[in-house]
């Protein structure tokens, strides 16, 4: 899969605030490109990883760069950060990047996070040592969605913490690099069943819960939404795509959780959260919990029992 990098000149003073929108609109990472950090870091010696692409540039010019993929969602997100970046009157470029390219940077940018309570996201090629009580996520998530920073991802796993316990099965709709899924099986859900339409985020999923050795746990499928899983029942669905998707899957995710059962919908602009809300609703779903981070709602609803 292909990526689009959406580059944006920043002034010092504005960094974090474009940073901030491309992570809301959700960029897979956000990378700050500022020369004058990195000579700071040169001067005091740091052990810091320095992407080579600074050094053609200027002090003084900060190049704030966010990585978007190719999926169903990239159209939507763009018509969000048009007018975004415009409000900051910041100039931006994009520009088509081949896979090698973002995994390059990305990594160099991705260290240990803790998430929710208890959980703690560890690239694969990090050494972490886990604390107790601490459940460590072990990712590489190559070039699928879901490194556990995005708040999108971060809300789901914070919610998960408080909803799998006594789960038996659950399915991640939209599982990108598992991580969800991971993140079920090693709270304790008996079966999980990852599902995503990229076939690319199949196979990752299905490392990723190889390599936190919860394979017999995880079964990742490729299916569009629950097409490939009739007849099942969930105890819990995730599913943290968009607000369309989400809006789409409202009444297949009622049929397929048992009673009693719970979703939790992520991925959810604010703008688009009472259309969430009514679709859901009107699929015969109660609503139980909200979280907002930035722009993002994450919802949980439930099954009468
Ligand atoms: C925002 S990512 C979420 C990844 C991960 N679950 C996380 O929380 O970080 C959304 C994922 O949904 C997948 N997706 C989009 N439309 C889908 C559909 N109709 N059926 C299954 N998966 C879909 C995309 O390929 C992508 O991997």
């Known amino acids: 899969m292909d990526w689009l990098e959406v580059a944006v000149a920043s002034p010092v003073e504005l960094v974090e605030a474009v940073a901030n929108v491309l992570n809301e609109i959700g960029s897979g990472g956000v990378v700050i490109e500022d020369p004058a950090l990195i000579m700071n870091l040169i001067a005091e ?9 600074l050094k053609p540039l200027q002090v003084g010019q900060v190049v704030v760069k966010g990585y978007f993929c190719h999926d169903i969602s990239l159209q939507q997100r763009l018509e969000h950060l048009s007018p975004r970046l415009s409000e900051l009157s910041v100039s931006w470029q994009t520009r088509e990047v081949r896979e090698q390219d973002w995994a390059t940077a990305w990594q160099a940018y991705y260290r240990p996070t803790r998430v ?15 604390r107790e009580g601490e459940t460590v996520i072990e990712l590489d998530p190559g070039m699928a969605f879901g490194c556990g920073t995005h708040a999108t991802t971060a809300m789901c796993l914070a919610l998960l913490e408080e909803l799998v316990l006594g789960c038996s099965v659950v399915y991640d709709i939209g599982t990108g690099s598992g991580i969800l899924a991971v993140a079920a099986a090693l709270l304790g859900a008996r079966e999980v069943i ?10 990752t999923a299905r490392d990723n819960a190889e390599r936190n050795g919860v394979s017999d746990q995880v079964s990742a499928v490729q299916g569009d939404l629950l097409d ?4 099942g029942q969930a105890d819990l669905i995730v599913a943290n795509i968009i607000a369309d998707v989400i809006i789409q899957l409202a009444p297949d995710a009622a049929a397929a959780l048992k009673p009693g ?3 939790v919908a992520s991925g959810i602009i604010i703008d688009r959260a009472d259309e969430v809300r009514r679709a ?9 919990q909200e ?3 930035g722009e993002w709602v994450a919802m949980v609803y439930q099954k009468e029992s």
């Open 116 to 130: 929710g309570k208890h959980i703690v996201v560890k690239p694969s090629w990090e050494d972490y040592i886990a």
């Open 261 to 263: 059962g719970k979703l």
């Open 291 to 293: 979280m907002t981070e």
């Open 45 to 53: 010696g740091s052990n810091e990883t320095i992407a080579p692409t």
């Open 280 to 288: 859901l609703g009107d699929a015969g779903l109660a609503p139980k």
């Open 228 to 231: 490939n899983l009739a007849g």
């Open 194 to 203: 990852a599902v995503d339409i990229d076939e690319l985020a199949v196979r």
